[in-house]
């Protein structure tokens, strides 16, 4: 498969993602509606990094995925702080050992803030795969 077929894929995924993160934050079920932001900005950023070539790196870290297309020059304008966040939802969202945030419970402000940053991210592979 090549590199542009992998991207498109991958974008497929996280927009996918993206979608039920939305139905679930309308429905009400807030963790696996994290769950699902966090995995469309996952997969957003790994279709980037396939769209310019990149070999894929096993991580569910956001930071870490933004980290490595910073080193080959590709900036992506996202606040440490709400990657940290994204970071934060991995784990404890998919298992009950404790809330799905460090210290609070998930409400609709988080999810939202989650969603419009996968939401960003998916967009930045949008055009990625356009320019491509």
């Not at 679930?24 to 932001?37: F, I, K």
């Not at 404790?98 to 609070?104: E, G, I, R």
């Not at 988080?110 to 356009?130: H, M, P």
């Amino acid at each position: 498969m090549s590199a542009v077929e992998e991207a498109t894929t991958w974008l497929a995924y996280a927009e996918s993602n993206l979608g039920a993160a939305k139905v679930l934050l309308d429905t009400g079920y807030l963790n696996p509606c994290l769950q699902e932001a966090q995995q469309a900005a996952e997969k957003g950023l790994k279709s980037v990094m396939f769209s310019h070539d990149l070999p894929l790196k096993k991580t569910h870290s956001i930071r870490e995925l933004k980290a490595l297309l910073a080193d080959a020059g590709i900036t992506i304008d996202i606040e440490n702080d709400l990657c940290h966040t994204l970071d934060s939802i991995y784990i404890p969202s998919k298992y009950p050992l404790a809330s799905c945030l460090p210290d609070c419970d998930p409400d609709n402000s988080i999810c939202e803030t989650c969603i419009d940053a996968a939401e960003y991210l998916v967009g930045i592979a949008r055009n990625c795969l356009k320019k491509g």
